[in-house]
């Protein structure tokens, strides 16, 4: 009988280990980076970025992008519809990416662009540009390339570490 008992408790502890090994791997979160940047130009329009990244075993999964551009009370006039045509040109600088991943909204002053992604796709940050010729205008660099936009794609390879030095290093900060 005493062999029994002695069986019985090792064999209970295992289980227990077991089921908590278990849990402990099925509730670990994966770690997600959020970076924002905040930039107000000359003509006082404010663009503001925020982007939440997650990352597994040191890939992009998922990106998260709130992008919002906020017009001052000189452009936003009852005969000039800036907000509308802006609105039409950044909802086409999403055009590449699936209709379900871009939702564009505006409000009295402001445009707010919200993308999520997590296919094999590709995000350009900091890439708006306004100027005033006679009128407001606004330009989306679209090349991925280029030196002063900040390129991301899913499967990009960076640890928590890296990709928090990346976006700092462009301007943004991070937590």
Known sequence: MTLKKGRVFPIILTIILIVIIIYLFATIKQPYVVCTKNTTND????????I???????????MDLTKTIILPETFLTEN???????????????????KKST?????????????V??????????????????????????NTKAKD????????SYSEGEFMTHMKNNGYSCN
């Not at 900091?126 to 330009?139: A, C, H, P, S, V």
């Open 117 to 142: 992604v997590e296919d094999d796709e590709t995000l350009i940050l900091n890439n708006i540009e306004f100027t005033n010729n006679e009128k407001l205008e606004l330009k989306i660099n679209a």
């Open 52 to 62: 939440q990244v997650t990352l597994d075993t040191n890939n992009i999964k998922k």
């Open 43 to 50: 003509l006082g329009i404010e663009v503001d970025e925020k």
């Open 80 to 98: 000039d519809n800036y907000l509308n045509s802006m609105k039409f040109i950044l909802k086409e600088s999403y055009a590449y990416l699936p």
């Open 149 to 156: 936009v900040v390129t991301l794609k899913i499967n990009d």
């Open 103 to 115: 939702k564009i909204s505006q409000e009295s002053d402001r445009l707010i662009a919200h993308v």
